[in-house]
Nanobody
Framework: QVQVVESGGGLVQAGGSLRLSCAAS????????MGWFRQAPGKEREFVAV????????YYADSVKERFTISRPDAKNTVYLQMNSLKPEDTAVYYC????????????????WGQGTQVTVSS
């Protein structure tokens, strides 16, 4: 059974930091790109960041560039999203997902999804 599980969400003040983790299991995800998406209340889910299967390339939404960093140590089944300089508008449920399409920011390209982890940034 394939599982994608996020962790690390929580409540933080504006300007603070959080690190989200994503653990994938049930198959070999080393050939999958891993991405993060988020969904704020009343809004559609949006792309945040993606890292290719090798970890060699990363792509970010403009709204998080220079503040968020996606990483994939050893190109294995665990992916991290380091979030710095958090803003209230970063408040959302954050989802991790796996895709065979390298570098995609389109959620329909993603095959496996986690249940999400809540991030709340207070002003």
């Amino acid at each position: 059974q394939v599982q994608v599980v996020e962790s690390g969400g929580g409540l933080v003040q504006a300007g603070g930091s959080l690190r989200l983790s994503c653990a994938a299991s049930g198959r070999t995800f080393s050939s999958y790109a891993m991405g993060w998406f988020r969904q704020a209340p009343g809004k559609e889910r949006e792309f945040v960041a993606v890292i290719t299967w090798s970890g060699g390339s990363t792509y970010y939404a403009d709204s998080v560039k220079e503040r968020f960093t996606i990483s994939r140590p050893d190109a294995k089944n665990t992916v991290y999203l380091q979030m710095n300089s958090l803003k209230p508008e970063d408040t959302a449920v954050y989802y991790c997902a796996a895709s065979l399409v390298a570098g995609s920011g389109i959620e329909y390209d993603y095959n496996y999804w986690g249940q999400g982890t809540q991030v709340t940034v207070s002003s």
